[in-house]
């Protein structure tokens, strides 16, 4: 969702594709305009309202307001109501059956140490700029975790020893993620990009020894993750990433270096995750080979037979861990976005379902060092995020945090309904119906406003969560929100995930089209108040909504989105550009240049004649600054209304809580006015 974004940028938890903190570019960043001088009025007749005052241009701390309005006070007040929760995120387990959970009690999400069921946060990180993941040893209390600076996705390795102060593990510009402890608690595997600034190494370092990190997979071109250790330590399970439909598994030595590939004839396959058989027999894979959907498999490496693990379901399997003695596996299915917990238990073949968990989006399903509990976090739409945990002997869910909701009365909020609209084309016969999760206010009558909004990625999924401004959107300013799932989501099948694939790009934007005809016939909407919104990929679309169907739409917000796909694939990190291209198209065909530069709503600005709000954060190395600044001139040089807000200590996404209250209060006073 927009407000996601704003809060979390694109999450990097493991540090792996998608998921991932994606390093900024070696290069110098691109040259950047100045906001723009005022223009003059539109010519008579322009059917768009007119430009902000130039007077309403100020800096407030890190922020940059231009032609932004000042927001009401009364609005400020009730927004501020919602913008006080507190949420709680199961990062790892530690040695003495404690938990590492990242929360706010400042401006950002630190480390705390949870000690017991509901006991105190034991805050153990103290930085001005976030902390979204961490690792705990296998023995003592000792973790890793990833922190960049500023937005700027460089993110370094810190240990802390569970005592005093965090000491950094690797230095300099450059990206770092996947952290993966060895058994003996001493060594951490890590990938990193600083041979060159562009291919992902893995190098494994000493906490112990003040030694640099040595490295152990890398030297070519290619893009290599860590992702598990061997029982005995001494080899590790490594990923080659190709792309989110191409990627293989390999063993390396580490006394050798050798790169032993997992199968001699691998299958071309997307792979999300794998970890290694607690007995050394075989290596647990969740992979779309021979399937629609991403199962959990289980390769043999002494008889190399592969057997699915899960039950043949048309859902992802999106997360699993396996515990210590190697009886119990647990793992998450996707069902539409829902998530459903279930474990197997390889000694009786029995399923278990924890019963008592929260109905929400489920993350991070780990088991602790005995095998005995299973922790995770459970994010629903009317409640904040917290951990729980499953306890094996007796079967019983026990919360183990209580987040803090704010001073709002969680009853006035509003679970989203699932439902599936037709769209333009036909598969198997058959209309195509994708999905989206439409939230209505409660005890209205009339028709009321209605915001789209749009994921990222591209090859993201919307998911119900905990998001306290779209509930006041509904409660508060009476919209209903609508979060499709255009093709190209994940979550839906491989061959639907490569459907907005290069020259197919504009078929994603016309099942907003499609989306818009359904709201029309819905007699609850105000089909003549239908705005857009959305962050990163979200924001593109949000931009290419406006230039296609302006005229049924009252305006749009776009938070680092992607303004031209050319000008995005030079500029976006290095390390990053080509998985952009096999998204989207290479911007060095002259073909494909042509394509995109069509496409892009740079190209087609001046049809973007509704009021647009653009927000970015200087230091993003995801999508720079300048497709903001670039499509920010263009619509004004055309006459159109912009808000324009930057923040300039974020990066891909606003994360610090001073500048996210900021950015929605602005949103808010934004669809606010177009609500009329």
Not at 128 to 138: L, V
């Amino acid at each position: 969702m927009l407000a996601c974004v704003a809060v979390a940028g694109l999450a990097r938890q493991t540090g792996l594709p998608g998921s991932s903190p994606e390093p900024s570019a070696t290069l110098a960043p691109p040259a950047s305009a100045p906001l723009p001088a005022p223009l003059p009025p539109p010519q008579a007749g322009a059917a768009f309202i007119p430009q902000s005052p130039v007077t309403q241009h100020h800096e407030r701390g890190n922020l940059v307001f231009d032609g932004i309005p000042p927001a009401d006070a009364s609005l400020a007040a009730r927004l501020a109501r919602y913008q006080q929760s507190r949420g709680a995120t199961f990062l790892d387990w530690l040695a003495d059956g404690s938990l590492l959970v990242s929360t706010r009690f400042g401006d950002t999400e630190q480390v705390h140490r949870v000690s017991a069921p509901l006991a105190m946060r034991e805050q153990l990180t103290f930085y001005s700029d976030p902390i979204e993941w961490a690792r705990g040893a296998k023995s003592g209390k000792g973790f890793v975790f990833l922190m960049d600076h500023a937005g700027d996705d460089n993110a370094q390795v810190y240990y802390h020893s569970g005592i005093g102060e965090a000491r950094p593990l690797t230095h300099g510009n450059f990206i770092h993620g996947s952290l993966v402890w060895a058994h003996d608690g001493k060594r951490v595997a890590f990938y990193g990009n600083d041979r060159d600034s562009v291919s992902y190494d893995v190098y494994v370092a000493d906490v112990s020894t003040n030694a640099a990190p040595q490295l152990v997979v890398g030297g070519g071109q290619d893009t290599w993750y860590p992702l598990d250790w061997s029982a005995d330590d001494s080899k590790l399970l490594v990923w080659r990433y190709f792309s989110s439909s191409e990627s293989y598994l390999y063993l390396a030595d580490l006394a050798t270096g050798k790169l032993t590939p997992l199968e001699q004839k691998p299958a071309k396959a997307g792979i999300r995750m794998a970890k290694f058989d607690p007995a050394g027999r075989g290596v647990y894979v969740v992979t779309d080979e021979d399937s629609e959907f991403a199962q959990l498999k289980f390769k043999d490496l002494i008889t190399h037979d592969s057997r699915r693990v899960t039950p043949d379901v048309s859902w992802d399997v999106e997360d699993f861990d396996v515990s210590a003695d190697g009886r119990y596996i647990a793992y998450v299915l996707n069902e539409d976005g829902r998530s459903r917990v279930a474990l197997l238990d390889l000694q009786t073949r029995q399923t278990l379902t924890p019963v008592g968990l929260p109905e929400g989006r489920v993350g991070n399903p780990r088991f602790d060092r005995t095998g005995a509990r299973l922790a995770m976090t459970v994010d629903t739409p009317t409640s904040p995020r917290d951990v729980w945990v499953y306890e094996l002997e007796g079967q019983r869910v026990t919360r183990w945090t209580n987040s803090e909701p704010g001073p709002i009365d969680l009853s006035t909020f509003v679970a989203p309904e699932l439902i599936h609209y037709p769209t333009w084309d036909r598969v198997g016969g058959h209309e195509r119906r994708l999905s989206a999760y439409v939230y209505r206010p409660k005890q209205v009558s009339g028709p009321v406003p209605v915001v789209i909004d749009i994921h990222g990625g591209p090859e993201a999924q919307y998911r119900p969560e905990w998001d306290p401004f779209v509930q006041f959107l509904v409660h508060e300013l009476g919209y209903a929100v609508v979060a499709p799932n255009v093709r190209g989501s994940s979550g839906y099948g491989k061959s639907f995930l490569a459907l907005d694939n290069g020259v197919l790009r504009e078929d994603a934007v016309r099942d907003i089209g499609s989306l818009l005809v359904w709201i029309g016939v819905q007699s609850g909407f105000d089909r003549d108040h239908v705005s857009v919104m959305g962050g990163s990929y979200g924001g593109y679309m949000a931009l290419a909504a406006l230039v296609t169907y302006g005229d049924r739409l009252r305006g749009g917000i776009d938070l680092a989105g992607i303004s031209n796909f050319v000008t995005f694939l030079r500029n976006t990190s290095g390390y990053r550009r080509d998985w952009r291209r096999t998204e989207y198209g290479d911007e060095r065909d002259t073909n494909m240049r042509v394509f995109l530069e069509r496409i892009s709503p740079l190209s087609n600005a001046a049809r973007i004649r509704k009021p647009l709000l653009v927000a970015a954060g200087q230091n993003d190395p995801r999508v720079p600054i300048s497709e903001s600044e670039q499509l920010v001139w263009r619509v004004r040089s055309s006459g159109g209304e912009v808000w324009y807000l930057v923040a300039k200590d974020e990066g891909h996404g606003f994360l610090k809580k001073a500048n996210r209250d900021e950015y929605l209060l602005t949103a808010a006073s934004f669809l606010q006015k177009l609500a009329h």
